[in-house]
C-alpha cells in the first residue's frame, strides 16, 4: 500500500509502494555491511594497534602485568616489549590500564590472547604479527552481500507473482515440481524460489526477463563478473575457498590458479565485483518499476550506489 506519512520534502516523490520497501530495505542492509567492511578493514589493518584506546591499553597492560608477574615469580626479567610498553604510559593511561576488564573487554582480551597464541605456536608466525585478517572480512562481505542480493531476488519475485497480470501460474509453468503436483500456488513458488537459490544468479535475471516479458540493461561482461561473484561465494561456503576442476573451469578470471589452491581475494577486485552485482540489483527495481508496475523516473528510490 502507498504510504501517505511522509511529507514529500524534495522534487521527486518520496510516497514509497511495498515494492520500494523491497528496494530500501535491500539498500539499508547493503549500506549497512559496507560500513562493516570499512571500519572492520580500518580497524584490523595493523592489528592490534588500530584497536580503539579503551580496548587496546587495558587489554595488553593487563597482558603484559602478567606476564611480568609470571617472569618475577620465575626471577626472570621483564621482556623488552614488555618493559618498554609500560614505561611509555603516561599517568591517564596507567590509570585506565590499573581499571578491571569489564565483560566486554574480557570478551575481547580472551580473543586476543587466542588468535596471539594461535599464531605463535600454530601458525608459527614472528612475534609481532598477526594472521591476515582482510580475507576474513572480505569473506563475510561476499557472503553476506551475495546474500541480501538473493533475498531481494526473492522479495521481488514474490511481489511480481502477487500483482495482476502476474500471477502465481506464470512460475509454475517453469517449474519442474508444478506438474502433477498437490501444492497450492504459494507452496509451489516456496519451493521454486528455494530450489532457485542455489543457482547461478545470471540464470535468476533471465528467468525474470523471461517470466515478465522484460529486458534487463546487462551486459555481458556483466553477467560473467556476476557469475564469478557468486561463484566465488559457493565456493567460499562450501569448499573452504579452494578450487576444484569445476571452479578453474567455470570461472572467468583467475586463469592461472591451481587445483586445491585458495582463490585470491583481491580487495579492489572484489569491490568492483560487487558494484556490477549493486547496478543489477538497480537495474532489476528500475526496470520491474517503470516497465511492469507502470512508474515514472521521479517516483523512483534513490538508493545504493557503486563505490
Same mark, same amino acid.
Given at each position: 500500500?502507498?504510504?501517505?506519512?511522509?511529507?514529500?520534502?524534495?522534487?521527486?516523490?518520496?510516497?514509497?509502494?511495498?515494492?520500494?520497501?523491497?528496494?530500501?530495505?535491500?539498500?539499508?542492509?547493503?549500506?549497512?555491511?559496507?560500513?562493516?567492511?570499512?571500519?572492520?578493514?580500518?580497524?584490523?589493518?595493523?592489528?592490534?594497534?588500530?584497536?580503539?584506546?579503551?580496548?587496546?591499553?587495558?587489554?595488553?597492560?593487563?597482558?603484559?602485568?602478567?606476564?611480568?608477574?609470571?617472569?618475577?615469580?620465575?626471577?626472570?626479567?621483564?621482556?623488552?616489549?614488555?618493559?618498554?610498553?609500560?614505561?611509555?604510559? !603516561? &599517568?591517564?593511561?596507567?590509570?585506565?590500564?590499573? /581499571?578491571?576488564?569489564?565483560?566486554? #573487554? $574480557?570478551?575481547?582480551?580472551? =580473543?586476543?590472547?587466542?588468535?596471539?597464541?594461535?599464531?605463535?605456536?600454530?601458525?608459527?608466525?614472528?612475534?609481532?604479527?598477526?594472521?591476515?585478517?582482510?580475507?576474513?572480512?572480505?569473506?563475510?562481505?561476499?557472503?553476506?552481500?551475495?546474500?541480501?542480493?538473493?533475498?531481494?531476488?526473492?522479495?521481488?519475485?514474490?511481489?511480481?507473482?502477487?500483482?495482476?497480470?502476474?500471477?502465481?501460474?506464470?512460475?509454475?509453468?517453469?517449474?519442474?515440481?508444478?506438474?502433477?503436483?498437490?501444492?497450492?500456488?504459494?507452496?509451489?513458488?516456496?519451493?521454486?524460489?528455494? !530450489? &532457485?537459490?542455489?543457482?547461478?544468479?545470471?540464470? /535468476?535475471?533471465?528467468?525474470?526477463? #523471461? $517470466?515478465?516479458?522484460?529486458? =534487463?540493461?546487462?551486459?555481458?561482461?556483466?553477467?560473467?563478473?556476476?557469475?564469478?561473484?557468486?561463484?566465488?561465494?559457493?565456493?567460499?561456503?562450501?569448499?573452504?575457498?579452494?578450487?576444484?576442476?569445476?571452479?578453474?573451469?567455470?570461472?572467468?578470471?583467475?586463469?592461472?590458479?591451481?587445483?586445491?589452491?585458495?582463490?585470491?581475494?583481491?580487495?579492489?577486485?572484489?569491490?568492483?565485483?560487487?558494484?556490477?552485482?549493486?547496478?543489477?540489483?538497480?537495474?532489476?527495481?528500475?526496470?520491474?518499476?517503470?516497465?511492469?508496475?507502470?512508474?515514472?523516473?521521479?517516483?523512483?528510490?534513490?538508493?545504493?550506489?557503486?563505490?
Amino acid at each position: 500500500m502507498p504510504r501517505n506519512d511522509i511529507e514529500p520534502t524534495t522534487s521527486y516523490d518520496q510516497n514509497w509502494d511495498d515494492f520500494d520497501h523491497i528496494y530500501i530495505d535491500f539498500a539499508l542492509e547493503y549500506s549497512q555491511q559496507l560500513l562493516t567492511l570499512y571500519i572492520s578493514l580500518g580497524t584490523f589493518s595493523q592489528f592490534p594497534n588500530n584497536l580503539p584506546p579503551g580496548l587496546i591499553i587495558p587489554i595488553l597492560a593487563h597482558r603484559y602485568k602478567a606476564q611480568d608477574d609470571e617472569r618475577d615469580r620465575r626471577g626472570l626479567e621483564l621482556e623488552p616489549e614488555a618493559a618498554q610498553f609500560i614505561a611509555s604510559l !603516561d &599517568k591517564k593511561t596507567r590509570e585506565i590500564a590499573s /581499571k578491571p576488564l569489564d565483560d566486554f #573487554q $574480557t570478551k575481547i582480551s580472551l =580473543l586476543f590472547e587466542s588468535i596471539y597464541s594461535l599464531s605463535r605456536w600454530g601458525k608459527k608466525l614472528d612475534y609481532t604479527d598477526f594472521p591476515d585478517f582482510e580475507r576474513v572480512i572480505l569473506t563475510q562481505h561476499i557472503i553476506t552481500v551475495c546474500s541480501f542480493a538473493e533475498g531481494f531476488y526473492s522479495n521481488t519475485v514474490r511481489y511480481l507473482a502477487d500483482k495482476p497480470p502476474y500471477p502465481f501460474k506464470a512460475w509454475k509453468t517453469i517449474s519442474k515440481k508444478a506438474k502433477n503436483s498437490s501444492k497450492t500456488d504459494q507452496e509451489l513458488l516456496d519451493v521454486y524460489l528455494f !530450489d &532457485k537459490s542455489g543457482g547461478n544468479f545470471t540464470e /535468476k535475471l533471465s528467468t525474470l526477463e #523471461q $517470466t515478465h516479458g522484460i529486458s =534487463l540493461n546487462i551486459t555481458e561482461e556483466q553477467k560473467k563478473a556476476l557469475s564469478d561473484l557468486f561463484l566465488v561465494r559457493n565456493f567460499l561456503v562450501h569448499n573452504a575457498g579452494r578450487a576444484t576442476k569445476f571452479f578453474i573451469t567455470n570461472a572467468n578470471r583467475w586463469g592461472t590458479i591451481n587445483h586445491g589452491e585458495l582463490v585470491p581475494l583481491e580487495h579492489q577486485e572484489i569491490e568492483e565485483l560487487i558494484d556490477i552485482l549493486i547496478d543489477a540489483i538497480v537495474e532489476i527495481y528500475r526496470s520491474c518499476s517503470i516497465t511492469l508496475l507502470g512508474k515514472a523516473e521521479s517516483q523512483l528510490v534513490w538508493g545504493s550506489k557503486r563505490m
